[in-house]
């Protein structure tokens, strides 16, 4: 059984930042590209970043580049999202996801390339 645990979610004000963390287990943790979605009452789920299985590489939507850092710790089975200079606008609860084929993917900005996530954290951000 797949599990993905967040954590680190919470209330900040506008310019702080939050570092959320993603633990995960039931398989093979570091064949899998992972990715940071996020998702506001009432509207659809939408990319934030994603990170290649071995972490050489990371991607970022336009509305977070140059604020948050995506990482991933293999040997403890995390992943990461760092989140400076945060926004009103970034509030949202956070969901991690890993893809669903091991190794490289094609589309890391698409919901449909990652099959399990987890429950979501919330963050607020306070203007």
């Known amino acids: 059984q797949v599990q993905l645990v967040e954590s680190g979610g919470g209330l900040v004000q506008a310019g702080g930042s939050l570092r959320l963390s993603c633990a995960a287990s039931?398989?093979?943790?570091?064949?899998?590209?992972m990715a940071w979605f996020r998702q506001v009452q009432g509207k659809e789920r939408v990319y934030v970043a994603a990170i290649t299985w071995g972490g050489s590489r990371t991607y970022y939507a336009d509305s977070v580049k140059g604020r948050f850092i995506i990482s991933r710790n293999n040997a403890q089975n995390t992943l990461y999202l760092q989140m400076n200079s945060l926004k009103p606008e970034d509030t949202a609860v956070y969901y991690c996801?890993?893809?669903?084929?091991?190794?490289?993917?094609?589309?890391?900005?698409?919901?449909?390339?990652?099959?399990?996530w987890g429950q979501g954290t919330q963050v607020t951000v306070s203007s």
């Open positions: 039931g398989r093979t943790f570091s064949s899998h590209a």
């Open positions: 996801a890993s893809s669903a084929r091991t190794y490289y993917i094609q589309n890391y900005d698409r919901k449909d390339d990652y099959d399990y």
